[in-house]
């Protein structure tokens, strides 16, 4: 179908375009091609799917302040991870000097804390509300990422530990009843079709999120490198 169609090159031209842009030149031809092709096929495929006899996606849904709200909150979500996903191994491996299975190790207490979180999500849901479950997934979650701005070359492994237990503890809270508010803000023959959509945010924001947190990691270490008078260049043996 036209949509999908125009959706994939949309986010594949966007995403090489955040992923590469640095490295062949925000204004090579490649790069500049590629971006009007991500805005051209994005624009092509609202256009399309608001014309659509039976859209892949109803775009008239996102007229409810609600809907855009929750979805909005879901993108950012998995996008905000995408960068601890992403970076924080190389933190442990080449800034903590931890060895690959010491570092592994560390990682998995943020699944852990993932898994408990939502089978108590599963346990509260009835009682609270989701979005009272909401509220609450966002305190462990917040603090989380606030303690990882704390982190120094010589950070102990337990408060790295515990940084990962609060953001996984908050993103397993939150999933399940964000995930629940955006199915019932539609009506039933719609949630097929949003059900989809909510697929689509959490694995998007993820590929999107990489490639943004690893041109802002590289623009970083340029910006030292200039400031501090590091060289490009290897020195001559």
């Not at 999500?121 to 704390?150: H, K, S, V, W």
């Not at 955006?182 to 023959?189: E, G, L, P, Q, W």
């Not at 079709?193 to 697929?199: A, E, K, R």
Request: charged share 10%; hydrophobic share 55%; with cysteine.
């Amino acid at each position: 179908r036209a949509g999908a169609i125009l959706a994939f090159a949309g986010l594949a031209s966007l995403v090489f375009v955040v992923s590469e842009g640095d490295t062949l030149g925000w204004t090579s031809p490649v790069i500049l091609l590629l971006a009007l092709v991500a805005i051209g096929s994005l624009a092509g495929f609202v256009k399309n799917e608001r014309a659509a006899a039976d859209p892949l996606l109803d775009i008239s849904l996102f007229r409810s302040r609600n809907f855009f709200l929750l979805n909005l909150l879901l993108f950012l979500v998995f996008f905000s991870f995408s960068g601890i996903n992403y970076l924080l191994p190389f933190y442990l491996k080449y800034v903590s000097r931890y060895d690959t299975s010491t570092a592994g190790l560390i990682l998995t207490s943020l699944s852990f804390a993932m898994m408990a979180a939502g089978y108590l999500a599963g346990q509260l849901f009835n009682r609270l509300g989701p979005r009272l479950l909401c509220i609450a997934a966002a305190l462990p979650l917040t603090a989380g990422y606030f303690l990882m701005t704390r982190l120094h070359p010589d950070t102990h492994a337990g408060f790295v530990v515990v940084s990962l237990i609060l953001i996984g503890f908050g993103l397993g809270l939150m999933i399940t009843p964000l995930s629940n508010m955006i199915m019932n803000s539609v009506a039933r023959t719609k949630q097929g079709m949003i059900s989809s959509l909510t697929s689509l945010e959490r694995f998007a924001p993820l590929t999107l999120g990489i490639a943004t947190f690893n041109l802002i990691f590289l623009q970083g270490v340029l910006m030292i490198a200039k400031n501090h008078d590091v060289t490009k260049s290897s020195p001559a043996e």
